[in-house]
């Protein structure tokens, strides 16, 4: 809790500190209160793709779809997201229409610890109507809410529900055998590429978590497919940050540290993949107005993986093997 | 030499030239014959082709006439007598006893609300509303001074009464008031009278003696909200709701047996918004309009017409109609009238007829010409010296301007009332500036700053009663006088009087207040007095604030004292609250670079660089063509005057090669635009590629039009050589060898080809018709064999001299109507020579046509000259949606773009003739010389600015901008190992209106508006609430 202390006995306006006038963290305060749930559209989710809004496995989108209205694809995330997971699952991913916000940017942005609280308290009632036991995500914010700061309100959480980035949900079913990476890189020649480790997922979180080194395995294997892994100068825990985080404004310092980050992430690949959307929104808006880092493809990880992944063997042979 | 201009009228054109002209220096005498400014654009319910509420956009101009401290207002006077000649005229004007002391009368109202007298027809409502026998013409009046009919008040009839002086509290009543002659010298006079619509004198068969038959005036007024019934559609026998209304056009115009043998110009337009409100005021109603020719003489107007047709489901029928009776028992009328489609006669019933009754010069127009000794012509319009001078009297020193003319619409009139301030100002120049005032402070401005300690002063105005009866004053300022840092509060009867103004002045130094607030009525009419008072005690302007009690408390809730009490109280404390937070604002002066740019050098163009030349401003005028001239260059013989377009062209381009204060650039182009109104540089680039740089106060947009080449289309494709364009015929009728001529039997004229059709181009172009019947009448004289036949869908000759000319030339030529369903054939018969069979339907004979011609001729309409785009991009002005510049209001605004200092005019606006064209281009310079005369322009004190530290570069606020006045600049960060460029917002406070749209949009809350920021607003808002919940009013 020191840290939203910190963050309100710095500013006194702490409201004028949030971009966009604060509309996204507005909605965020609408859906703490009881009896509201917003109505989602789940237009993104292809027809060929079955959902359910009960089920062991849960994809949390996050506020990925609101982001969409501002900026342009974020919902691919989303897509490619939900396209692995139902590649890999047997039953229907378990989508909610009336999901709410984890109230990240709430608690981090503006300190606020009761509605921070509130939406906790909604969320998990919710995950425990629908009887979820996995809980899976491809928001870095997201996940570290869950995964991390949830349990310490709620002692029992981690005991309910298993919650996993969508890199440790490929990298433990790429180690369980379940799937390959495959997919070989079509350019002839061979395409390098980076890792920007979002704060969210490396020195944000308790340092038994090994994702960062997760996601390095899962880089070396793209070495056989054409593709060459590059760490940026400064990478894991030492990443340079994206600017901003929780919607706070963003400035010419936040810019300049961007800018330095996509020096970096030029001279160390052609593709700079990242795991977090705001990561992405906020490193490709920089692009528009400078050129000379444009030529760097930002994308997602679940964006960059949905199209490596081949399930070994047929689902009902896995059954059997049980 | 004189600096005063007397301008006699106040209506539209009278306001626009009154207000112009002391923007370019001059003092201003307006009289106006009523008891208020407005005249009749205030007794419209709605304007076409935008359907605003006419009195809405009219009413902040007729405050600033009532504010502006150079216009003299002369309203209920008459002018006697005029002498002198130009430059020293001396007018007597009569001033009509209003039997009401001017300086004294507050316009509260109250003597009305106990005037016992019986009410009588309003003329305002044109006769349908009531009145009392004291009164003023309607609430908005300008000047809200009221006036005693001495026919009907009762004291000055019989002696009796005298309530009004009893409840008068400003003591303003004097029944002992006599005319009075009033002496006045001027330097010129411009005439703006307007036009009467005098149902009454038309013959019987178009019914007007019938109770459900109105004039078109009279059914603007039935369907205004301030209207007789509260704008319900209603007719008079019985005041029920009528299910079938007819409009008749043409009732009375066009027709040799009426004495009003020219086309009005507008009823075809108003005609088609008077239904369309009908249909959008009630669901019952039917319109159906009884139509001659459709003449939509005007930007997007032929759209408008066809718009009511097609979703307000309006039906059209064309007839002609030959009497209309009245069922006795119903009270309905009978139409006859013979159905031009079908040849056939009907009948036709409606619950109520509105007449489009032809508009004719204001009554007394001919002892007003006696008096200023001016020629009228043979309509009894005022007569112009010349076709294409035609703000000139045949007086020199009289100018003439809007309907006393002849028929036009509002932007027209609006379009010459600047033109004629222009001219007046070459006529004048000697003198300008010489009898205007402009206020100057002797008290020093105090210092006030942020961290001084709020002391508040707070007047609260009973208004006579009219504020008074309706809200507890003193129970208000009871609870106003505790509030925390409110140091002086009183009320009195009038805030507004003279001595009001000393009090203030006196409290303000007595209490050092540094803040004052007045609760009284709207800041619209009353803000600039207060703050000007503020001025006289040293206190800077931005430092008060007003309060509107009287329209949104005492106005609003005259039912309900306690609500209107509780809200007055609201409204003072949020007031309070936000005073606290008001800084001193400062106005910055910007110098006016005296120079202005013309772009194109058509008629347009030369005509603006002229009259910018003549009133002493260095003018450069840049024409893409070898020489100047533009569409002239190819025009044959000039309409109606029947001239020889060189003679013209050659005129006005010798004048403008002979000014030395013009500088042409041929065959050069605009290559960039930098700057804002008053500054700009702008780089020219001509045909060697060279470039010149122009540092310019103003631009003028003067690009002009060019003719539709109509390929596909009736057998042109430029190989076949006889069929051709207007302007093809008109080039080849300069040649000298006319032997092809004789070789032509029958030539046939297509109109409107490619023009008003359902895709492609949609709009009317205005000058087709009119060319064409021109030539036709050419062709016929060079070769009087030759047989002419014209397809026509309808004509368009809406002017006062058209209706003749086009009656003259029909002998001429066989005119078929056809329609745009179903189009005439061209196929071609033989090679050479050439020869093509012409089918077509004619509606008029209900029949199909076949015949050969040698020659056809296709009318294509005026579409936008080429590379508009970049050039809009340059000047930051937008384009409509047919290509042409789009100004700033269609209908008060039409020579201005939204961004101040550049301006349009010409058929860079819209299609239009020479006559127009002219009168345009001298208005835009009329408004471009405002800024470039007065050699500074003062920025407000209440423009958005921009922290820097927190803009974020994106742009948003740029896009929104409607004023242009948002630039995105780069500046280079420095930081320890990486320096970027970053994009920060940087607004002019030259262009900045204040409206703050940016400050909504900006995402980081970076932009403000100075005087309404953020803080402010938000400390009224809590005032507000916090209150409701310690009441517990709320949540």
Same mark, same amino acid.
């Given at each position: 809790?020191?840290?939203?202390?910190?963050?309100?006995?710095?500013?006194?306006?702490?409201?004028?500190?949030?971009?966009?006038?604060?509309?996204?963290?507005?909605?965020?305060?609408?859906?703490?209160?009881?009896?509201?749930?917003?109505?989602?559209?789940?237009?993104?989710?292809?027809?060929?793709?079955?959902?359910?809004?009960?089920?062991?496995?849960?994809?949390?989108?996050?506020?990925?779809?609101?982001?969409?209205?501002?900026?342009?694809?974020?919902?691919?995330?989303?897509?490619?997201?939900?396209?692995?997971?139902?590649?890999?699952?047997?039953?229907?991913?378990?989508?909610?229409?009336?999901?709410?916000?984890?109230?990240?940017?709430?608690?981090?942005?503006?300190?606020?610890?009761?509605?921070?609280?509130?939406?906790?308290?909604?969320?998990?009632?919710?995950?425990?109507?629908?009887?979820?036991?996995?809980?899976?995500?491809?928001?870095?914010?997201?996940?570290?809410?869950?995964?991390?700061?949830?349990?310490?309100?709620?002692?029992?959480?981690?005991?309910?529900?298993?919650?996993?980035?969508?890199?440790?949900?490929?990298?433990?079913?790429?180690?369980?055998?379940?799937?390959?990476?495959?997919?070989?890189?079509?350019?002839?020649?061979?395409?390098?590429?980076?890792?920007?480790?979002?704060?969210?997922?490396?020195?944000?979180?308790?340092?038994?978590?090994?994702?960062?080194?997760?996601?390095?395995?899962?880089?070396?294997?793209?070495?056989?497919?054409?593709?060459?892994?590059?760490?940026?100068?400064?990478?894991?825990?030492?990443?340079?940050?994206?600017?901003?985080?929780?919607?706070?404004?963003?400035?010419?310092?936040?810019?300049?540290?961007?800018?330095?980050?996509?020096?970096?992430?030029?001279?160390?690949?052609?593709?700079?993949?990242?795991?977090?959307?705001?990561?992405?929104?906020?490193?490709?808006?920089?692009?528009?107005?400078?050129?000379?880092?444009?030529?760097?493809?930002?994308?997602?990880?679940?964006?960059?993986?949905?199209?490596?992944?081949?399930?070994?063997?047929?689902?009902?042979?896995?059954?059997?093997?049980? | 030499?004189?600096?005063?201009?007397?301008?006699?009228?106040?209506? $539209?054109?009278?306001?626009?030239?009154?207000?112009?002209?002391?923007?370019?220096?001059?003092? =201003?005498?307006?009289?106006?014959?009523?008891?208020? $400014?407005?005249?009749?654009?205030?007794?419209?319910?709605?304007?076409?082709? @935008?359907?605003?509420?006419?009195?809405?956009?009219?009413?902040?101009?007729?405050?600033?006439?009532?504010?502006?401290?150079?216009?003299?207002?002369?309203?209920?006077?008459?002018?006697?007598?005029?002498?002198?000649?130009?430059?020293?005229?001396?007018?007597?004007?009569?001033?009509?006893?209003?039997?009401?002391?001017?300086?004294?009368?507050?316009?509260?109202?109250?003597?009305?609300?106990?005037?016992?007298?019986?009410?009588?027809?309003?003329?305002?409502?044109?006769?349908?509303?009531?009145?009392?026998?004291?009164?003023?013409?309607?609430?908005?009046?300008?000047?809200?001074?009221?006036?005693?009919?001495?026919?009907?008040?009762?004291?000055?009839?019989?002696?009796?009464?005298?309530?009004?002086?009893?409840?008068?509290?400003?003591?303003?009543?004097?029944?002992?008031?006599?005319?009075?002659?009033?002496?006045?010298?001027?330097?010129?006079?411009?005439?703006?009278?307007?036009?009467?619509?005098?149902?009454?004198?038309?013959?019987?068969?178009?019914?007007?003696?019938?109770?459900?038959?109105?004039?078109?005036?009279?059914?603007?007024?039935?369907?205004?909200?301030?209207?007789?019934?509260?704008?319900?559609?209603?007719?008079?026998?019985?005041?029920?709701?009528?299910?079938?209304?007819?409009?008749?056009?043409?009732?009375?115009?066009?027709?040799?047996?009426?004495?009003?043998?020219?086309?009005?110009?507008?009823?075809?337009?108003?005609?088609?918004?008077?239904?369309?409100?009908?249909?959008?005021?009630?669901?019952?109603?039917?319109?159906?309009?009884?139509?001659?020719? $459709?003449?939509? /003489?005007?930007?997007?107007?032929?759209?408008?017409?066809?718009?009511?047709?097609?979703?307000?489901?309006?039906?059209?029928?064309?007839?002609?109609?030959?009497?209309?009776?009245?069922?006795?028992?119903?009270?309905?009328?009978?139409?006859?009238?013979?159905?031009?489609?079908?040849?056939?006669?009907?009948?036709?019933?409606?619950?109520?007829?509105?007449?489009?009754?032809?508009?004719?010069?204001?009554?007394?127009?001919?002892?007003?010409?006696?008096?200023?000794?001016?020629?009228?012509?043979?309509?009894?319009? %005022?007569?112009?010296?010349?076709?294409?001078?035609?703000?000139?009297?045949?007086?020199?020193?009289?100018?003439?301007?809007?309907?006393?003319?002849?028929?036009?619409?509002?932007?027209?009139?609006?379009?010459?009332?600047?033109?004629?301030?222009?001219?007046?100002?070459?006529?004048?120049?000697?003198?300008?500036?010489?009898?205007?005032?402009?206020?100057?402070?002797?008290?020093?401005?105090?210092?006030?700053?942020?961290?001084?300690?709020?002391?508040?002063?707070?007047?609260?105005?009973?208004?006579?009663?009219?504020?008074?009866?309706?809200?507890?004053?003193?129970?208000?300022?009871?609870?106003?006088?505790?509030?925390?840092?409110? =140091?002086?509060?009183?009320?009195?009867?009038?805030?507004?009087?003279?001595?009001?103004?000393?009090?203030?002045?006196?409290?303000?130094?007595?209490?050092?207040?540094?803040?004052?607030?007045?609760?009284?009525?709207?800041?619209?009419?009353?803000?600039?007095?207060?703050?000007?008072?503020?001025?006289?005690?040293?206190?800077?302007?931005?430092?008060?604030?007003?309060?509107?009690?009287?329209?949104?408390?005492?106005?609003?809730?005259?039912?309900?004292?306690?609500?209107?009490?509780?809200?007055?109280?609201?409204?003072?404390?949020?007031?309070?609250?936000?005073?606290?937070?008001?800084?001193?604002?400062?106005?910055?002066?910007?110098?006016?670079?005296?120079?202005?740019?013309?772009?194109?050098?058509?008629?347009?163009?030369?005509?603006?660089?002229?009259?910018?030349?003549?009133?002493?401003?260095?003018?450069?005028?840049?024409?893409?063509?070898?020489?100047?001239?533009?569409?002239?260059?190819?025009?044959?013989?000039?309409?109606?005057?029947?001239?020889?377009?060189?003679?013209?062209?050659?005129?006005?381009?010798?004048?403008?090669?002979?000014?030395?204060?013009?500088?042409?650039?041929?065959?050069?182009?605009?290559?960039?635009?930098?700057? /804002?109104?008053?500054?700009?540089?702008?780089?020219?680039?001509?045909?060697?590629?060279?470039?010149?740089?122009?540092? @310019?106060?103003?631009?003028?947009?003067? @690009?002009?039009?060019?003719?539709?080449?109509?390929?596909?289309?009736?057998?042109?494709?430029?190989?076949?050589?006889?069929?051709?364009?207007?302007?093809?015929?008109?080039?080849?009728?300069?040649?000298?060898?006319?032997?092809?001529?004789?070789?032509?039997?029958?030539?046939?004229?297509?109109?409107?080809?490619?023009?008003?059709?359902?895709?492609?181009?949609?709009?009317?172009?205005?000058?087709?018709?009119?060319?064409?019947?021109?030539?036709?009448?050419?062709?016929?004289?060079?070769?009087?064999?030759?047989?002419?036949?014209?397809?026509?869908?309808?004509?368009?000759?809406?002017?006062?001299? %058209?209706?003749?000319?086009?009656?003259?030339?029909?002998?001429?030529?066989?005119?078929?109507?056809?329609?745009?369903?179903?189009?005439?054939?061209?196929?071609?018969?033989?090679?050479?020579?050439?020869?093509?069979?012409?089918?077509?339907?004619?509606?008029?004979?209900?029949?199909?046509?076949?015949?050969?011609?040698?020659?056809?001729?296709?009318?294509?309409?005026?579409?936008?000259?080429?590379?508009?785009?970049?050039?809009?991009?340059?000047?930051?002005?937008?384009?409509?949606?047919?290509? %042409?510049?789009?100004?700033?209001?269609?209908?008060?605004?039409?020579?201005? %773009?939204?961004?101040?200092?550049?301006?349009?005019?010409?058929?860079?606006?819209?299609?239009?003739?020479?006559?127009?064209?002219?009168?345009?281009?001298?208005?835009?310079?009329?408004?471009?010389?405002?800024?470039?005369?007065?050699?500074?322009?003062?920025?407000?004190?209440?423009?958005?600015?921009?922290?820097?530290?927190?803009?974020?570069?994106?742009?948003?606020?740029?896009?929104?901008?409607?004023?242009?006045?948002?630039?995105? $600049?780069?500046?280079?960060?420095?930081?320890?190992?990486?320096?970027?460029?970053?994009?920060?917002?940087?607004?002019?406070?030259?262009?900045?209106?204040?409206?703050?749209?940016?400050?909504?949009?900006?995402?980081?809350?970076?932009?403000?508006?100075?005087?309404?920021?953020?803080?402010?607003?938000?400390?009224?808002?809590?005032?507000?609430?916090?209150?409701?919940?310690?009441?517990?009013?709320?949540?």
């Amino acid at each position: 809790m020191a840290r939203y202390k910190m963050r309100q006995s710095a500013n006194k306006n702490i409201d004028e500190l949030i971009a966009h006038k604060g509309v996204y963290t507005t909605i965020t305060e609408i859906m703490s209160q009881p009896y509201i749930n917003p109505d989602r559209s789940l237009e993104w989710v292809p027809k060929n793709i079955k959902i359910a809004d009960k089920g062991n496995v849960l994809y949390y989108v996050g506020c990925i779809p609101y982001f969409n209205y501002e900026f342009d694809k974020i919902n691919s995330i989303a897509l490619s997201t939900l396209q692995i997971l139902s590649l890999i699952e047997k039953e229907p991913i378990v989508l909610f229409k009336e999901e709410i916000c984890c109230g990240h940017d709430v608690y981090w942005g503006q300190g606020k610890l009761e509605v921070f609280i509130n939406l906790a308290k909604k969320n998990i009632e919710m995950f425990e109507k629908a009887g979820i036991s996995t809980i899976v995500t491809a928001c870095a914010e997201c996940y570290r809410t869950l995964k991390v700061d949830y349990p310490k309100l709620f002692e029992d959480f981690g005991q309910k529900f298993e919650v996993k980035h969508i890199i440790e949900y490929i990298y433990d079913n790429w180690k369980e055998g379940k799937i390959e990476i495959v997919g070989k890189n079509e350019s002839e020649e061979e395409t390098s590429f980076t890792y920007h480790d979002p704060c969210r997922l490396s020195r944000f979180l308790p340092e038994d978590n090994k994702i960062t080194d997760k996601s390095r395995e899962i880089f070396k294997e793209f070495e056989k497919l054409g593709y060459k892994f590059t760490e940026m100068e400064h990478n894991k825990s030492n990443s340079l940050c994206c600017g901003v985080n929780s919607w706070m404004n963003c400035n010419e310092k936040s810019k300049a540290l961007r800018y330095k980050r996509m020096l970096e992430a030029k001279t160390a690949g052609e593709i700079m993949l990242t795991a977090c959307p705001k990561c992405k929104i906020h490193l490709s808006c920089l692009q528009d107005d400078y050129a000379d880092i444009s030529s760097v493809e930002i994308s997602d990880f679940s964006e960059f993986l949905v199209n490596h992944i081949k399930v070994i063997k047929p689902k009902k042979d896995i059954e059997v093997e049980k | 030499m004189e600096g005063a201009v007397l301008v006699i009228g106040a209506g $539209i054109a009278g306001i626009q030239t009154s207000l112009d002209l002391t923007e370019l220096g001059f003092k =201003v005498y307006l009289v106006e014959k009523s008891p208020s $400014i407005g005249g009749r654009m205030a007794q419209l319910d709605k304007t076409f082709p @935008t359907n605003d509420c006419s009195l809405c956009i009219l009413a902040p101009k007729m405050v600033e006439v009532y504010r502006n401290p150079n216009i003299e207002l002369m309203t209920y006077h008459e002018v006697k007598a005029i002498s002198g000649e130009a430059g020293n005229f001396d007018v007597t004007v009569l001033k009509k006893p209003r039997y009401i002391d001017e300086d004294k009368c507050k316009g509260c109202g109250d003597c009305a609300a106990k005037c016992p007298k019986i009410q009588v027809p309003n003329s305002f409502d044109m006769n349908l509303g009531k009145r009392k026998s004291i009164y003023i013409p309607f609430p908005q009046a300008v000047p809200p001074i009221y006036l005693i009919d001495p026919e009907l008040c009762l004291m000055l009839t019989k002696g009796v009464c005298g309530v009004c002086e009893k409840v008068c509290e400003a003591k303003a009543i004097n029944y002992e008031q006599k005319e009075q002659e009033i002496n006045i010298k001027v330097g010129a006079v411009v005439v703006a009278t307007g036009f009467d619509m005098p149902a009454e004198e038309l013959s019987p068969r178009w019914g007007y003696r019938f109770q459900n038959v109105v004039s078109a005036l009279e059914y603007e007024r039935i369907l205004c909200a301030s209207g007789p019934f509260g704008g319900h559609v209603l007719r008079l026998s019985d005041e029920e709701e009528p299910e079938k209304i007819a409009f008749i056009q043409c009732a009375g115009s066009r027709d040799l047996h009426e004495n009003v043998p020219y086309c009005s110009s507008v009823c075809c337009m108003y005609t088609a918004k008077e239904a369309i409100i009908t249909a959008e005021h009630s669901e019952n109603a039917k319109c159906f309009v009884f139509r001659h020719d $459709i003449r939509a /003489y005007g930007k997007n107007f032929y759209e408008f017409t066809q718009r009511a047709q097609d979703e307000y489901g309006v039906k059209y029928f064309q007839t002609k109609i030959s009497t209309i009776e009245e069922n006795p028992e119903t009270n309905d009328l009978i139409i006859h009238y013979e159905d031009l489609k079908t040849g056939k006669f009907n009948d036709f019933v409606a619950n109520l007829v509105v007449l489009a009754t032809p508009l004719v010069p204001k009554k007394g127009i001919g002892e007003l010409a006696t008096i200023l000794d001016v020629e009228l012509d043979k309509y009894d319009f %005022f007569k112009e010296k010349s076709y294409f001078t035609k703000s000139l009297s045949s007086r020199e020193g009289i100018f003439l301007c809007g309907f006393c003319q002849g028929p036009k619409d509002i932007p027209e009139t609006v379009a010459d009332a600047s033109g004629v301030a222009s001219k007046v100002a070459t006529l004048l120049k000697s003198a300008q500036f010489t009898q205007v005032r402009e206020k100057e402070f002797d008290v020093a401005e105090k210092q006030v700053n942020p961290s001084d300690e709020p002391r508040i002063g707070v007047l609260i105005c009973h208004c006579g009663i009219n504020i008074g009866k309706y809200v507890d004053v003193p129970h208000v300022r009871d609870y106003i006088k505790l509030l925390p840092n409110v =140091v002086w509060c009183e009320d009195n009867l009038y805030s507004c009087s003279s001595d009001s103004q000393e009090l203030i002045k006196e409290k303000i130094q007595e209490h050092n207040l540094n803040r004052l607030i007045v609760a009284s009525c709207t800041p619209r009419t009353h803000e600039p007095l207060f703050q000007e008072t503020c001025q006289e005690a040293g206190l800077n302007k931005y430092l008060f604030e007003m309060v509107n009690i009287r329209d949104q408390c005492s106005w609003v809730h005259m039912t309900e004292k306690k609500a209107a009490t509780d809200k007055s109280m609201d409204l003072i404390r949020m007031a309070v609250s936000k005073s606290k937070l008001l800084k001193p604002q400062k106005e910055e002066k910007i110098g006016v670079i005296p120079t202005a740019l013309v772009i194109g050098g058509g008629v347009s163009g030369m005509t603006a660089s002229l009259e910018l030349a003549n009133q002493g401003f260095k003018t450069y005028v840049i024409e893409k063509e070898k020489k100047l001239g533009g569409n002239l260059n190819n025009l044959n013989i000039l309409y109606p005057i029947q001239e020889d377009a060189s003679i013209f062209l050659n005129d006005i381009v010798g004048k403008v090669e002979s000014n030395n204060n013009i500088e042409a650039h041929l065959e050069s182009t605009i290559k960039d635009v930098k700057g /804002y109104i008053g500054n700009y540089d702008v780089s020219i680039i001509d045909s060697k590629d060279k470039l010149t740089e122009i540092k @310019t106060g103003a631009i003028i947009v003067a @690009t002009g039009g060019q003719e539709f080449k109509p390929n596909g289309l009736f057998q042109y494709d430029g190989k076949n050589k006889q069929v051709m364009t207007q302007l093809e015929i008109e080039q080849k009728l300069q040649d000298t060898d006319k032997s092809w001529l004789e070789k032509l039997k029958r030539v046939t004229f297509i109109l409107c080809v490619g023009a008003r059709q359902k895709d492609g181009i949609s709009y009317c172009s205005n000058v087709c018709c009119g060319t064409s019947i021109k030539n036709i009448n050419i062709l016929k004289e060079l070769n009087p064999n030759l047989e002419i036949v014209v397809l026509y869908r309808d004509i368009q000759m809406a002017k006062k001299e %058209f209706e003749e000319y086009y009656r003259n030339r029909r002998k001429d030529a066989m005119f078929l109507r056809y329609e745009l369903e179903r189009l005439p054939k061209v196929t071609k018969l033989a090679k050479s020579p050439e020869k093509y069979k012409v089918e077509v339907f004619d509606t008029n004979l209900q029949d199909n046509l076949n015949f050969e011609t040698d020659l056809i001729v296709l009318a294509t309409p005026m579409v936008p000259a080429d590379n508009l785009k970049d050039l809009a991009m340059m000047l930051k002005v937008p384009l409509d949606r047919t290509g %042409f510049f789009l100004e700033a209001h269609v209908k008060l605004r039409p020579l201005d %773009f939204a961004t101040d200092g550049i301006f349009l005019c010409g058929c860079a606006q819209w299609p239009k003739n020479i006559q127009d064209s002219i009168s345009q281009a001298s208005g835009a310079a009329g408004r471009a010389s405002r800024f470039l005369s007065a050699g500074e322009i003062t920025t407000s004190g209440l423009v958005a600015e921009v922290t820097q530290s927190k803009c974020i570069g994106c742009g948003e606020c740029e896009e929104v901008c409607p004023y242009k006045a948002i630039e995105l $600049i780069e500046i280079t960060k420095n930081f320890e190992d990486v320096s970027i460029i970053v994009k920060k917002s940087s607004i002019n406070s030259a262009l900045c209106k204040g409206c703050g749209t940016c400050a909504a949009t900006c995402p980081v809350g970076a932009i403000s508006v100075k005087h309404y920021d953020f803080d402010q607003i938000g400390a009224m808002i809590d005032s507000y609430l916090l209150e409701k919940i310690k009441n517990g009013g709320i949540i």
